[in-house]
């Protein structure tokens, strides 16, 4: 058996090195390549998706795997051993569903959709995008018949993302969160608001840019294993535990931007500088699913960088860098500006209190589009509906409404559940982190990071993909899953900030 | 036939789409890559040189090959269709005739290797490196009997960087260039020393930098198909012709190798950026060898911009930009002090009179290694007693002397005699230009490259690798590669500057 493990291992070293080597090129397409590379920059990377695809779906791996599978029973079942091959064997079963024709093709689609989705969004005209999104649903429709048929066809396109949870699981999520999270922010519209103009002030990038430094120097990210640089979008992109890249940029009119694009992109380097080395050049070498990728940001940006205990620390700092903005400001008077609540049409704008809102709204919509029950000339209309229903807004236009977010687009449907599961893993895993450290805020109050960190290496980052998110979430936090503390964590914040 | 060739090329795009991809990981590695990322680079590039390696050696690759070759007696020899088949089946029937576990056992002796050498080098101690040199050696005389026996040994090598050149062919030109070479430093010494103390002074970096990109957009570098980055040493690379990188450093007590450094890396810039679109995914479309590369190179760093000419239109923006440093300086002065010869033990840091005697003496004991006539032990004494005889000068160390490139231990042998063939192919074309734009010269004093530029672009860029380079040389110079021009204009330059 173990000869039959290395061969195994070792074939999916380049499964492993390929893929890496697409995310180095796309981490190279947002940042420093010269507009003119775009085409040579798009085959590079098809043709190592592709190459890495046949790898993985290589006849050796699969008759590796089945000499191998018959050995798992033997095996702890939390054993490393275990894990690689299970892990191995479920990627590639699900690689091998999927027929090379039908990527291609989906390629295809997404490719011309893409610039249809840019196009249709710059005249904010829906009707423009909708035959390709029509399309795309249907080539999601034909992937899903790839698979056994679940209690739901959403189901399989959750599982791309988070593994193990089901559409049922979400709507369940989805109907305690909604409600509530409706009131909070209803009873916020009717209190006083929070003054923030000190953040209408022009603020210096690199100065700005110079104090992110700062406090991810304190979280701990290691600058020998990664870098940051500016993109048009923020993102965080590991190329294994030893090289993590992230982006951040200025946003004209939200000097704050800069610094939580940063400390969000943290959260996810600190995971992927965090994965055993063990799992350095296997398939476990990525984080356990979106969700809890998302939930290793958001616990950085928002439950330790827009916290009060941390500004407790680090305003001081930042009045320093800041004087003429921020001098006559108090630490509590900033920490209510950076944590005003606005209602926002825009998704990647919003805040704590309504994000959620606007992730149900989406996943409401795709669960009804693949399942047909909404026509897609129907959806701006949707959108808009659900929209006003949630946040008392209607959308002026389809580019500030249906058109705002690339991902249906590119073909990914079944994402955006992801950002909230993200969201309430974060705050069961502070909550967990709290019990075992009773001093956690004085700590943070002190910009002493270490004892978290050391907490989430040990408890979350480590184990890479080796288990699933329910099960990491349950192991770790000795609950599945749960909207509650998600739900009065925002009632207690926003609580004391508004007085409710 | 159509047909074919049509799939051939298919299956060849992969190839190069990988070549590419590793040579961009390459240049992260060089620009951008954090310390930590080092291994992880490593494997990613040898999987993606391998995977190229097994989709160019693949059967189908070989029965189309084989399908298309009877063909080629029908084609005009010319045609690009021509072309592509025979560079095509050249480079298969190389690739098939080295063993992957060989190349695998390179890999792994190189590494050592190089660990070796930057040890001996950082302790001045052949002795330490010399075991490791041994086992490349006989690694390269194993390389060797993968191929037909040509009249030399050291064929095999050369013939990687500059197909269809032998030792001969490269020992006759050494035979005439170095007894004129070593006559003319030897002249130089006894005559009067350029004053060059405006060299000596602080110049800021950045303002050299912004001047380089002002020559550099002035020669007609494509910013939108490139970019320039810092390394720690400069080199150009071409991931494809639509992103083409270079990168320069600054040398403290150079002021200048700033600029000389952006003005040669432009030089190959511009080559990879002129290849016809049409070889943009085959294996034409690279440079015809690495020393018409170098004649690109040399041609815009020595020909244009150390040039008389050349100054005369921009000595006054380099002086507005350093008005301290050189407000008091002559474009004459200036024009000699960046042509001082010195005399120096290091090849990276000698000038036009001197860099062909660097050449040779390696290239000389490159030969001398391969055919066994002298014991890698005797290798530093030899290196000396060539030093002293070529340029007077006599190491103090094998740090400064045998040990100063990292060549060798790369597995880099057969490398070096390139540099000293560009040289040569790059007076041969910019006389040849000469000849049908005679106010060549004039044109340059104005700033204005576009002539030049649009010449190369049709004799020299566009064709890539798709005439040899004797073929190529000959083709637009009507002559075979000459030392000839190259002494009389090395003669006619320093004899003015020196007057000899």
Redesign the interface.
């Known amino acids: 058996m173990q000869d039959a493990l290395n061969r195994l291992n070792l074939a999916i ?2 499964v492993v ?2 893929q ?2 697409a995310a ?2 796309e981490w ?1 397409e947002q940042v ?6 775009a ?3 798009g ?2 990377v ?3 998706r ?2 890495a695809h046949q790898k993985l779906t290589a006849d050796d791996v699969g008759s590796l795997l089945g000499a191998l599978e018959p050995a798992l029973p033997a095996l702890p079942p939390d054993s490393d051993e275990h894990r690689i091959i299970s892990v191995t064997a479920r990627d590639y079963r699900k690689a091998v569903r999927v027929p090379a024709a039908f990527v291609a093709e989906q390629a295809l689609a997404v490719s011309a959709a893409q610039h249809a989705w840019i196009e249709a969004r710059s005249r904010s005209e829906f009707a423009h995008f909708q035959p390709h999104l029509e399309q795309l649903i249907d080539l999601k429709r034909r992937y899903i018949d790839f698979f056994p048929r679940g209690a739901h066809p959403y189901d399989t396109l959750l599982d791309e993302f988070e593994p193990g949870i089901t559409t049922a699981d979400v709507q369940a999520i989805f109907a305690i969160l909604r409600p509530r999270q409706v009131a909070l922010i209803r009873a916020i519209a009717d209190r006083p608001q929070v003054d923030d103009q000190f953040l209408r002030l022009p603020y210096s990038d690199s100065e700005m840019w110079a104090f992110g430094d700062e406090v991810i120097s304190a979280f701990g990210f ?6 940051q ?1 500016k993109s048009v979008h923020p993102f965080a992109t590991g ?2 535990p ?2 993590v890249r992230i982006t951040t940029r200025a946003v004209s009119g939200q000097p704050l931007s800069l610094f939580f694009g940063t400390a969000h992109e943290t959260g996810h380097a600190l995971y992927e500088q965090g994965i055993s080395s063990a799992f ?2 296997s398939l476990l070498g990525d984080g356990a699913s979106l969700g809890v990728h998302e939930s290793q940001s958001r616990l950085w940006e928002n439950l330790v960088a827009r916290s009060q205990p941390f500004w407790q620390h680090f305003f001081p700092r930042l009045q320093q860098r800041f004087p003429s903005q921020l001098g006559n400001v108090t630490a509590e008077q900033f920490y209510r500006g950076i944590n005003k609540v606005h209602r926002s049409l825009i998704r990647v704008e919003s805040d704590e209190a309504t994000y959620n809102l606007h992730i149900m709204l989406r996943v409401e919509m795709e669960i009804a589009m693949l399942s047909g029950e909404v026509a897609t000339h129907d959806l701006p209309d949707l959108w808009n509906t659900r929209m006003q229903e949630y946040l008392g807004l209607m959308p002026d236009s389809d580019a500030g409404g249906i058109l705002q977010d690339i991902h249906w687009s590119i073909g990914a449907m079944g994402y955006f559940a992801t950002y909230t599961l993200g969201n309430l893993i974060s705050v069961q895993l502070w909550n967990a982190f709290g019990r075992v450290q009773p001093d956690r805020d004085t700590r943070m109050a002190q910009g002493d990071f270490s004892t978290l960190l050391e907490w989430l290496r040990t408890n979350v980052h480590q184990f890479g993909r080796k288990y699933r998110p329910q099960e990491l979430v349950e192991r770790t936090t000795g609950s599945r899953i749960d909207p509650e503390p998600y739900l009065e964590y925002l009632e207690t914040k926003y609580g004391r900030i508004y007085g409710l």
């Open positions: 070293t380049e090195d390929l890496r080597a180095l090129l190279d420093y390549m010269p507009p003119g590379g085409a040579v920059h085959e590079m098809a043709t190592i592709k190459t290691d600058w020998t294993r990664g870098r640089d190329i294994g030893d090289d350095r050049r």
